[in-house]
C-alpha cells in the first residue's frame, strides 16, 4: 500500500539536522510503509486522489481556519478523499483539517496550549483497536482545538484538556491531535523555545511530564489494524 503525505509544514531549518523534517519523521513512524510526499502548503497536491491508497496528513504551525488557498484546497481533497472511500489519518493540524473539511468546527483552546505527554481515556473501543486499552499516553502540542465534531463522526477518546482526541469517520478516516510521530527531546525543545507563547508553569509542567511513557508501539499496531479493512 502506497501512503500519499499531505505535508502541511516544515520543521523549522535549526531543528531538522537534529530531528528531520516531516518526511523523514512519518517514514521513520512507519518504517514498513511507502510514501509519496506532497507538500500542500506549497500547493504541491497529488495529480488524481487515486494516486495512492491511504493518506496522512502532518501538523503544521498554521491554523485549519485561516483564510489561504492552500488550506482551502487540502479541505477539498480531504472531502474527495472521503467521497472515494479511500483511508486517511490525520495528526495535530491534520485532525484538525479532517474534522474542518467533513463539517466540524475548530478553535484556539480556552485552557490555552496543551504540551507534553497527556493521558486519555478510550471511551468507544473499535475492533482495530487491537490490544485494547482504555488509558492511552501521547505527546502534544497544540492550540487549536476540535470543538465541534465533523459529520458522522465519532469521538473515541480524550480528556478535559482535550476532550476531542482521537475521532474516526465512517470506517476509512481516522486522526488524532496528539503527535506520535514526534519525539520527547524534539517536544522539549519546542516547549523550551515557546516559553514566551506556552507560558512558563505550563512548560515547566510540559518537560515534567515526559518521564512518562507514551503508547508509540500501541498507536503504530493501531494503524495497522485499521488500514487492514
Known amino acids: ?20 523534517d516531516y518526511p523523514e519523521i512519518f517514514q521513520a513512524l512507519f518504517p514498513h510503509y511507502e510514501f ?9 497536491f497529488p495529480i488524481s486522489v487515486l ?22 484546497q ?28 467533513l463539517g466540524g468546527k475548530v478553535e484556539k483552546s480556552s485552557d490555552g496550549w496543551c504540551v507534553g505527554i497527556h493521558q486519555f481515556s478510550i471511551f468507544n473501543i473499535k475492533d482495530w483497536m487491537r ?6 499516553s501521547f505527546l502534544m502540542m497544540c492550540q487549536d482545538q476540535v470543538i465541534v465534531l465533523p459529520k458522522n463522526g465519532v469521538c473515541l477518546g480524550g480528556n478535559k484538556a482535550c476532550p476531542n482526541a482521537i475521532i474516526q469517520v465512517g470506517k476509512r478516516m481516522m486522526s488524532i491531535q496528539g503527535h506520535p510521530e514526534f519525539s520527547k527531546a524534539y517536544v522539549q525543545t519546542l516547549m523550551k ?4 507563547r506556552i507560558g512558563a508553569e505550563k512548560v515547566k509542567k510540559g518537560i515534567a511530564s515526559l518521564t512518562l ?11 495497522e489494524e485499521f488500514l487492514k479493512d
Open 51 to 72: 494516486d495512492c491508497e491511504i493518506y496522512m496528513a502532518t501538523g503544521s504551525s498554521h491554523s485549519v481556519y485561516e483564510d489561504v488557498d492552500w488550506i482551502h
Open 193 to 196: 523555545d515557546r516559553v514566551n
Open 131 to 136: 490490544p485494547a486499552k482504555t488509558k492511552v
Open 36 to 44: 509519496e510526499f506532497y507538500a500542500v502548503y506549497k500547493n504541491e
Open 74 to 101: 487540502t479541505k477539498a481533497f480531504i472531502r474527495e478523499i472521503y467521497a472515494r472511500n479511500l483511508f486517511f489519518i490525520g495528526f495535530c493540524f491534520g485532525h484538525q483539517l479532517m474534522a474542518e473539511a
Open 213 to 223: 511513557s507514551i503508547d508509540l508501539e500501541l498507536f503504530r499496531d493501531w494503524v
Open 1 to 20: 500500500m502506497k501512503i500519499g503525505l499531505l505535508v502541511c509544514d516544515e520543521v523549522s531549518a535549526e531543528y531538522q539536522s537534529n530531528f528531520g
